[in-house]
């Protein structure tokens, strides 16, 4: 199993653990299903980007086909669990009939001292050799999520340091 990089993301009132997989609201832990924390997740990962649905269903529901109906069940709960709504979209934007968008302000701290561009991609990296091992149905995929995910990491670096 791959050890996830020890990344903490402070959004507003909220941090995001990655490798404790924790989320906190002013330092209390809030309570959230593991596929809540995985779409939250990846998005803060993604944040440079809109993600579509499809995208989201292969990553949060790998090995199972379920309907848009799910996705919009999670979303509403992912948003919930980060004191934001439909309406309001501070947190979580829809962009209706494409995907879903991180919009929040977003502080990553790495405990190793590596910088967030190195540890996503580090990331990326460990995820996409994972996919291989297992024989992943879908490689073509896999390997332009991992592109993306480090052109997303070098945009969002590019971003907070001008």
Request: one cysteine or more.
């Amino acid at each position: 199993m791959n050890e996830v990089p020890s990344v903490r993301y402070q959004f507003g009132d909220y941090e995001l653990d990655a490798s404790e997989r924790a989320l906190r609201h002013r330092g209390r832990a809030c309570r959230v299903q593991p596929k809540v924390f995985a779409l939250i997740h990846f998005l803060i990962l993604h944040r440079a980007r809109v993600v579509a649905k499809e995208t989201l269903f292969r990553e949060i529901w790998p090995d199972a086909y379920v309907g848009t109906a799910s996705l919009t069940r999670l979303v509403k709960e992912a948003r919930r669990a980060v004191g934001d709504d439909g309406r309001e979209q501070r947190v979580i934007q829809t962009l209706h009939g494409y995907g879903y968008r991180f919009v929040a302000e977003v502080e990553a701290t790495a405990e190793n001292g590596d910088s967030e561009v190195e540890q996503t991609i580090d990331l990326a990296r460990r995820s996409l050799e994972a996919a291989l091992e297992l024989g992943a149905r879908d490689l073509r995929a896999r390997v332009r999520d991992y592109a993306e995910t480090c052109l997303s990491a070098v945009h969002t670096a590019q971003r907070e340091s001008g």
